[in-house]
């Protein structure tokens, strides 16, 4: 990862990056989460004696999430500190509720109130960390793409179903798959013009691992969204997209994806849209009247439909 990279989120970036640091370097990053204001108060000296670790951790740590010493850490957090002070007063607001988490005395109103806060902060940060590179790739595979395949169970089986819904309505091939016996099976069959979307929160569900690891066997261009980008399944995939979570008490993992994925899915529509203008617009001008011939109408709505009083 390049410094440009985590200074647009670098809290996100080093709590990504946990899994993958030894533990005198997990001890540096839990204190630089859990505190990030001691970064721009401490030296890297100070740092490392208030984490219990050595001054020279504190630099292995800066150097592998990305950044050239401590300096570099120190400007990153003090330019996401202030593009947080400049935002609007209702994400002040919002991540003030963050600050703590919902318990079961909180009202309804509190409830509301944080929930929403979440989601817009995880939408925010998702948005400002997408690589739009690997967004631009990944909707030239489904656009050249012959046949579509889309994996995903659990909590991302609705994710799966937009993205069929969506590509199905611009006219693509696509086909979403839940259960991984038909799902590797629909995978042995695929191509090198085809295209697999292999969606977990985790990024190290088998049940999406197989299916999708069979469709990049087989040559077909493979693709993941997932909240981890270190996981077992973005490093098998030729594109990964990276979502962010937002967990609230009973809501994590992939529920406290499922926004910020599909804000993903929305941006990777519309530029499928785009690529493919004329497909697009073809295929939602042939099945523009299925919806409106489905709808419930009483009397008086027929006759005003029809011009008459």
């Not at 990305?66 to 957090?77: E, K, N, P, R």
Request: glycine residues 8%; hydrophobic residues 40%; aromatic residues 4%.
């Amino acid at each position: 990862m390049t410094q440009q990279t985590i200074s647009a989120n670098p809290i996100e970036h080093i709590r990504r990056s946990l899994s993958e640091l030894s533990p005198s370097l997990r001890k540096v990053a839990d204190l630089v989460l859990a505190e990030p204001s001691l970064v721009e108060h401490y030296s890297a000296a100070e740092l490392a004696r208030q984490a219990g670790a050595s001054q020279a951790a504190v630099t292995r740590f800066c150097q592998a999430v990305g950044l050239d010493g401590y300096h570099g850490l120190v400007l990153a957090l003090a330019r996401e500190r202030g593009r947080r002070a400049g935002e609007s007063e209702y994400n002040d607001w919002a991540q003030s509720a963050l600050d703590s988490s919902l318990t079961v005395d909180d009202n309804l109103e509190r409830v509301v109130a944080l929930v929403s806060a979440t989601d817009v902060r995880a939408l925010q940060e998702t948005a400002q960390s997408l690589d739009l590179g690997a967004l631009d790739r990944a909707a030239q595979a489904l656009v050249s793409a012959e046949r579509i395949d889309v994996y995903g169970v659990g909590g991302s089986r609705a994710t799966v179903g937009e993205l069929e819904t969506r590509l199905l309505g611009i006219g693509y091939s696509v086909r979403g798959w839940e259960e991984v016996h038909v799902a590797t099976k629909s995978a042995s069959l695929l191509g090198s013009a085809d295209a697999a979307v292999g969606i977990s929160d985790s990024g190290a569900t088998r049940e999406v691992y197989e299916p999708l690891a069979t469709a990049r066997g087989r040559g077909a261009t493979t693709i993941a969204l997932t909240r981890d980008p270190t996981s077992a399944l973005a490093r098998l995939a030729d594109i990964n997209l990276t979502s962010i979570g937002a967990s609230i008490g009973f809501r994590d993992g992939p529920m406290a994806s499922r926004h910020s994925q599909l804000l993903i899915l929305d941006c990777l529509y519309l530029r499928v849209a785009q690529l493919a203008h004329v497909r697009a617009s073809t295929a939602r001008a042939l099945t523009a009247h299925i919806s409106r011939d489905h709808l419930v109408e009483d009397a008086q709505q027929k006759r005003l439909r029809r011009g008459k009083p």
